[in-house]
Nanobody, 116 residues
Framework: VQLQASGGGLVQAGGSLRLSCAAS????????MGWYRQAPGKQRELVAV???????NYADSVKGRFAISRDNAKSTVYLQMSSLKPEDTAVYYC???????????WGQGTLVTVSS
């Protein structure tokens, strides 16, 4: 199983970025997918998840600003991030969730830096 994340970078506060994560080695359409992030000096936290039926859930801190989506034909999950804040600065990881449980596979992470 491989997860290849991309799309991170440096953006000014108020700006937008879209992260992508291509999965291989799994039947993508059957899996619940997630994005986590870890900011410097902080614990890793769940950002958003999307179920195989497209149902989504978000951390309160990103609701209304971030949108998770998936393209099963491309085995890819996306995280559209808007109205970015400096506190969104973190390494973002895509994950394959273990059903309704925690992640069972992690991608390598992509760094998002939001400048004020």
């Amino acid at each position: 199983v491989q997860l290849q994340a991309s799309g991170g970078g440096l953006v000014q506060a108020g700006g937008s970025l879209r992260l992508s994560c291509a999965a291989s080695g799994i039947i993508f359409s059957r899996n619940r997918m997630g994005w986590y992030r870890q900011a410097p000096g902080k614990q890793r936290e769940l950002v958003a998840v999307i179920a195989s039926d497209g149902t989504t859930n978000y951390a309160d801190s990103v609701k209304g600003r971030f949108a998770i989506s998936r393209d099963n034909a491309k085995s890819t999950v996306y995280l559209q991030m808007s109205s970015l804040k400096p506190e969104d600065t973190a390494v973002y990881y895509c994950t394959i969730m273990d059903g309704l449980g925690p992640p069972k596979y992690w991608g390598q992470g992509t760094l998002v830096t939001v400048s004020s």
